[in-house]
């Protein structure tokens, strides 16, 4: 028997499967989809089964070293998934299976040495092998790497690739009693005893504490046969300060409207846009329907945004449905996410509630996908492989003829083109499910502010509602899309602005560390008293992040407790359900980044402070006024969700701009219509798609000629009514001492695109780095 393996090496020139012998001893047991070690080269590498067959043209095989997996790790589908988004994303198709499964069932490599002859080594050398002759190569030996090549070309030393999987199951000890009749003499063996007879299968931990004993006396009445020690696999529990929370609904007519339209076609392939208003109930809509699906035999998918909403959905999801979810997020730890897998893979759970990876969920009767808050650029994984989490749940409804449902306050431009056009179902939610009305909004210009003597973060009026929302004991919430204290660091003597020494970008100042940081590439260095350039010592700050604004709220409010969320805050495991939990208890101001934006809900929230409302809009990217309007928007809608009415305030030095203006109005259409326009006008999509080609190097002058000789041969390839453009150094043109050159492709219809981009990665990946992104979600 032949296998089709296909090798753990992200590699385009191993991008394909190789042949193998099945041993004999492994032909019964060898399945498609499966794991296993072969050797490759010099060394032992893990790969995955691809196919299986009697014949092949190769000659002379290797054999199949071992299976790592009783079972396919990998089931036909996602298999076929997988080569799909291979070719659609020119991604090697083994970055495609990685990001399927849990970092657990990853391989790492171990590196050994082994001497045949110790006495031919220099006595440093010789004394860091054990009594075996083995000794683990790394860094550590770099003072020796001229003399272990020395013996390596002789043959004395050999150097053996071990491969090993990540701490995989987690297990409980037990204890049982098998033999009571056996006299015993010691007190605290018999106590052991006396204790098993009632509590039999007990665990070994909670023996050794409720009888105040040490694990000598057990492992004495293990020895003498009178009490089994075993272990039992168990999961690892991912626990949640909200616990389980049950909120009966009935629905609204409207929202009994848009349940109906679901449910009726649940058994067809068909995409949803569930365009709702902020607090228009579309969980609610999205629970109901997964009850359903599961009514009916099948699994349900319901992917978030964030982990900060993780915990509160799984919360709402656990009250209804109980056991049957499982949660899949990066906040997790390997091993939580493993047992998370593994109950889908044993069919132990219905539902998965998760982030971007959780669409790769391993279920095999799969009923419905639902995206919430679907125009989120955080479905977009912006590394290799890149892969936008709704292309993938397209591909999925295709093979399992069920409904996708996109939910949003705010769809994408896109989404919602093809929801006018028919290519997906539009519904709506046009009021607040429990008759609450929208926030109102106020539009502070701040030129006005500067001109009568305010320099405060605040405007006049955020500043009296803070006041007034704390009198009361309501809550409020601030959004500023920048972390860190001062956006730069400046001479005021000579003008010099410190500068990231890997990165065409400025450092942030932190004040809570006291360094500078490169939010790019992680370089972070002291903050300086003097000047780098002249010596001066006239240091300036300049531009606010959250770090700031904390600081002040705290010297002008110093009543209020502030909960300030951002990635530097957020950095610990359980962070976000931390924050957000203490907020909701007893804070008065919950700051933060974008993270706070959307679908947090808390009854007591009556004001709304966006800080810098236009900074996003001079970005260089063709969706950043979207992104600003959606922004606005989806904040504006965490104000007065329950019985007390809210309120928001939008500071801004650009209050004509449309993005805001029509924030301020809750007026996603007018928006859309506006935004259309320049769109067709500028040729971006959804009237064309878009092909980014990044190329980076050390060496600008390799990564500009490069560049240009690919879009020479672009333009020679490609069908005439194709434009491509570039290749142009972005704004920020190094990260990381990687320089980076962009081209950009645009065109409405091409038959031989997906090819030659394949092929261009081949070829064009051996000089330097490509990467080959597909509707880019920033460009």
Not at 66 to 78: C, F, G, R, S, W
Not at 125 to 130: G, I, K, V
Not at 628 to 649: I, M, N
């Amino acid at each position: 028997m032949i296998a089709c393996i296909l090798v753990d090496v992200k590699a385009r020139e191993v991008d394909r499967t190789f042949d193998y012998l099945v041993p004999a001893e492994l032909e019964e047991i060898i399945e498609i989809g499966q794991r296993v070690t072969v050797p490759f080269g010099p060394r032992l590498i893990m790969g995955y089964v691809l196919d299986l067959k009697e014949n092949t043209e190769i000659g002379k095989l290797k054999s199949i070293n071992k299976i790592l997996d009783i079972t396919p790790v990998l089931n036909q589908e996602l298999l076929e998934l997988g080569k799909t988004l291979s070719m659609q994303n020119t991604s090697p198709l083994v970055s495609i299976y990685q990001a399927m499964l849990p970092q657990a069932l990853k391989s790492k490599y171990k590196k050994t040495l082994r001497v045949k002859d110790s006495t031919k080594l220099s006595l440093e050398l010789a004394l860091r092998f054990n009594k075996f002759g083995l000794l683990t190569y790394d860094d550590s030996l770099k003072p020796y790497f001229k003399e272990i090549k020395k013996e390596m070309l002789e043959g004395n030393i050999v150097l053996k690739y071990e491969v090993s999987q990540f701490k995989n199951k987690s297990y409980l000890k037990k204890l049982k009693l098998i033999n009571p009749e056996v006299m015993i003499s010691g007190s605290k063996q018999k106590a052991i005893i006396e204790y098993l007879k009632t509590n039999q299968d007990a665990l070994k931990s909670v023996v050794m504490k409720d009888l105040n004993t040490t694990a000598s006396p057990i492992k004495s009445l293990v020895d003498k046969g009178i009490v089994e020690e075993y272990s039992e696999e168990t999961y690892r529990e991912v626990k949640s300060i909200y616990g389980i929370r049950k909120k009966e609904v009935v629905l609204n007519q409207e929202q009994q409207v848009v349940y109906d339209a679901i449910k009726k076609q649940l058994n067809e392939e068909k995409v949803f846009l569930l365009h709702g208003i902020t607090g228009s109930g579309k969980t609610e809509i999205y629970l109901n329907i997964i009850e359903d699906v599961l009514a009916s035999g099948k699994e349900a998918i319901m992917l978030v945004p964030e982990i900060s909403l993780t915990p509160m959905m799984v919360s709402r999801f656990k009250g209804r449905f109980g056991d049957q979810v499982a949660l899949m997020h990066s906040g997790l730890s390997a091993g939580e996410k493993y047992d998370e897998w593994r109950k889908i893979v044993r069919q132990e759970v219905k539902v998965v509630v998760g982030a971007r990876s959780a669409i790769f969920a391993p279920f095999t009767n799969l009923g419905i996908i639902i995206i919430d808050e679907e125009h989120t650029s955080s479905y977009k994984q912006e590394d290799s492989p890149m892969y936008h989490a709704k292309d993938v749940a397209l591909e999925r409804i295709k093979h399992f003829r069920i409904p996708l449902v996109l939910g949003s306050a705010t769809p994408s431009v896109e989404s919602y083109y093809k929801a006018l056009y028919h290519e997906y179902e539009l519904l709506q939610l046009t009021h607040r499910a429990n008759h609450t009305t929208l926030p109102n909004v106020y539009i502070e210009d701040m030129r006005f502010e500067f001109q009568g003597g305010n320099r405060s973060i605040f405007s006049k009026r955020l500043a009296e509602l803070i006041q007034d929302r704390l009198h009361k004991k309501e809550q409020i919430l601030l959004l500023l899309n920048r972390r860190g204290h001062s956006t730069f660091v400046m001479c005021r003597n000579c003008g010099e602005v410190i500068m990231c020494p890997n990165c065409d970008i400025s450092l942030t100042y932190h004040e809570n560390k006291n360094r500078l940081v490169c939010h790019y590439c992680g370089h972070n260095e002291s903050n300086p008293t003097i000047c780098p350039s002249c010596g001066s010592t006239h240091i300036r700050y300049m531009g606010i992040g959250t770090e700031r604004v904390e600081e002040y709220i705290n010297v002008t409010f110093p009543e209020a407790k502030v909960i300030r969320m951002d990635t530097d805050t957020t950095n610990f495991k359980g962070a976000h359900e931390k924050m957000l939990f203490d907020f909701e208890q007893n804070g008065d101001i919950l700051l933060g980044t974008q993270m706070i934006s959307k679908g947090l809900d808390f009854p007591k929230v009556t004001l709304v402070g966006v800080i810098a409302a236009d900074m996003s809009l001079g970005l260089p990217d063709y969706k950043a006024i979207e992104s600003t309007f959606q922004l606005l928007t989806q904040v504006s809608g965490r104000a007065g969700r329950h019985d007390l009415e809210g309120e928001v305030v939008i500071q801004t030095y650009n209050p004509d701009h449309y993005a805001i203006k029509h924030a301020k109005h809750h007026d996603y259409e007018a928006f859309y219509h506006t935004e259309m326009e320049i769109r067709k006008l500028a040729g971006y999509t959804p009237y064309f798609n878009l092909v980014q080609i990044i190329l980076s190097d050390k060496d600008v002058k390799l990564v500009l000629k490069h560049g240009s000789k690919l879009v020479l041969h672009l333009r020679k390839t490609l069908e005439g009514n194709v434009t491509v453009l570039g290749p142009v150094l972005p704004k920020i043109a190094r990260i990381n001492n990687y320089y980076r050159a962009q081209i950009i492709i645009k065109y409405q219809s091409s038959n031989n695109m997906d090819e030659v981009l394949k092929n261009i990665y081949s070829e064009y990946s051996v000089f330097l780095t490509i990467a080959i992104d597909k509707n880019p979600s920033l460009l």
